[in-house]
């Protein structure tokens, strides 16, 4: 069973960066596609990125250019970079298997607040 762990998060003001880690265990990491998901107080969860198997990544249109997703195959680990972070960003961060919808880790919550 794949199991999902988020961190990284914390409190961080406007403009600031912070790296998120997903460290992905009881799969093969390597075989996956790996998307970034958040959820906003008072709204649904969207995906935000993802990463291919090759490495290639996509973003939605409010995040290109500050979040980069990577990934490190020998740490089963996926990492979302994000920076000029706006109140907006404020949300849960979780990982998950791109086009998988079920066994959601805990998420890592972000604040951007001044």
């Known amino acids: 069973q794949v199991q999902l762990v988020e961190s990284g998060g914390g409190l961080v003001q406007p403009g600031g960066s912070l790296r998120l880690s997903c460290v992905v265990s009881?799969?093969?990491?390597?075989?996956?596609?790996m998307a970034w998901y958040r959820q906003a107080p008072g709204k649904s969860r969207e995906w935000v990125g993802y990463i291919s198997t090759g490495g290639r990544t996509d973003y939605i249109d409010v995040v290109k250019g500050r979040f980069t997703i990577s990934r490190d195959n020998f740490k089963s680990t996926t990492y979302l970079q994000m920076g000029s972070l706006k109140e907006e960003d404020t949300a849960v961060y979780y990982c998950?298997?791109?086009?998988?919808?079920?066994?959601w880790g805990q998420g890592t919550r972000v604040t951007v607040s001044s």
């Open positions: 998950q298997i791109e086009g998988r919808q079920n066994g």
């Open positions: 009881g799969g093969v990491f390597s075989a996956y596609a």
